[in-house]
């Protein structure tokens, strides 16, 4: 499916929403490296070509402070599964107000550089498309808000090199590859298991 047939979907699906006084959100669900953050960039863009109204939410914007999600106790991968982000703060300040329509957004946005977040308004009008891209997307606790799920499957090959390659900040090669074994992947394994994302999205898209 190129660009401009996953964008005429969502106009379409805009165009008959039955509550136009809210806006219509699209998650864009996939596991690390799956190339979510590109291709929300690119529905945006042509979104704003066609002359739609389109704000895009990054759920890595909208983590926790690194004392929430480390050293807590718990295991790696439930840390990064289950305290990476508030989930239920997320569901409060962001889901449920967009579904009901209202237009001031309050958030709070992580700075990885002093650990800290900055709480932030972001103006959601009603007649707006709304994408929100992250990974563990379909979680039971905010599935029922999204009016349509892109799910991006992409070959674990092709992420392990695209993460590998990106996230230089873990340290040297090796650290990222232990960092990724004991935290990320079982993480993603838990969300692949329990909540079988790729059945459950409206929209699959495959890598070629």
């Not at 967009?98 to 650990?115: C, E, H, M, P, V």
């Not at 799910?151 to 996230?167: H, I, Q, T």
């Amino acid at each position: 499916m190129s660009i401009k047939e996953m964008v005429e979907k969502i106009i379409f699906q805009f165009s008959i929403r039955p509550n136009i006084g809210c806006p219509l959100i699209i998650g864009i669900d996939g596991l690390g490296g799956s190339g979510k953050t590109t291709l929300a960039k690119e529905i945006e863009q042509e979104l704003i070509n066609q002359n739609c109204q389109a704000v895009t939410f990054h759920l890595d914007d909208h983590i926790v402070e690194r004392e929430k999600r480390y050293q807590t106790g718990h295991e790696e991968w439930y840390e990064y599964y289950y305290l990476q982000w508030d989930v239920n703060n997320l569901t409060a300040n962001l889901f449920e107000p967009l579904q009901r329509g209202y237009n001031n957004i309050s958030l709070a946005f992580y700075d990885k550089f002093t650990d800290s977040t900055l709480t932030k308004q972001t103006l959601v009008t009603s007649d707006s498309i709304v994408l929100i891209e992250g990974v563990f997307l379909q979680r039971h606790e905010w599935r029922r808000f999204y009016d349509i799920v892109f799910y991006l499957d992409c070959p674990r090959e092709l992420r392990v090199e695209r993460v590998l390659n990106r996230d230089l900040y873990i340290g040297e090669y090796e650290e990222r590859l232990d960092k990724y074994e004991r935290r990320y992947w079982l993480g993603e394994k838990h969300y692949m298991d329990i909540v079988k994302p790729i059945m459950n999205a409206e929209i699959v898209i495959s890598h070629k």
